[in-house]
């Protein structure tokens, strides 16, 4: 089932087309990621999405519902985790996440959505005591308070250290495992790989290519693609990480 249906998108900025008439669905419980070069578009997609620009050509729906005629009920529809997460200072974890919840008329525990994400020990802490990764993980417990049936994430893992970004790509499946619908873009082509059910391709604007991972690299294969091969059963970040540990730092 499609829980996102978009259809001919459009995005237009001193006429130029920066989201030229893109289509494309996302299934429920999947992992869907939009790559592409700086300027291609990605996040002003997400933003049309999330109901942060209007649309100026083109459809979307998000579990039926019109995203530029509905924008009220498409804000309880979707998570969304922005690029660079900013919360008001001197407030402690669990009444940062108490406040979220009651944007959304919700009354929740703070302590088993901290739990979920690594932070219940930080739950008395201050957000500005927080370190990068951490302020990631809370910002996407804040985003689902209200069990939103998308979430929405803009390249969450940059200028994370290694052990913070593999243990966001894990919190990310779990968000799947949900049943949650996730839409992400990124900058780096092992974390879309591993994580992402199917990938969009965007650049200039449109969509030019879209496919599972595996079936992308076959179709590059088939077309005659080849480069010397050196197969390594590990990576420098697998050191990096064997010998600094795969727990979280503070």
Known sequence: MNIVEVRDLVKVYDDKRVVDGISFEVKKGEIFGILGPNGAGKTTTLEMLETLRPIDGGKAKINGVDVAKQPDEIKRLIGVQPQTPAFQDKTKLREVVEMFAAAYGERVNPLDFLR???LDEKADAYVEQLSGGQRQRLSI???????????????????LDPQARRHLWELIEKVRDRGVSVIMTTH???????????????????????????????QLLSRGFKKTQHVEQANL????IDLTGKGLRD
């Open 116 to 118: 979920d994400v690594d």
């Open 141 to 159: 417990t804040t985003a689902l308070v209200h069990g939103p049936k998308v979430f929405f994430l803009d390249e969450p893992t940059t200028g």
């Open 188 to 218: 780096y082509m092992d974390e879309a790989e591993i994580l992402c059910d199917r990938i969009a391709v965007m650049d200039g604007g449109k969509i030019i290519a879209l496919d599972t991972p595996k079936n992308l690299i076959k």
């Open 237 to 240: 970040e697998d050191v990096f």
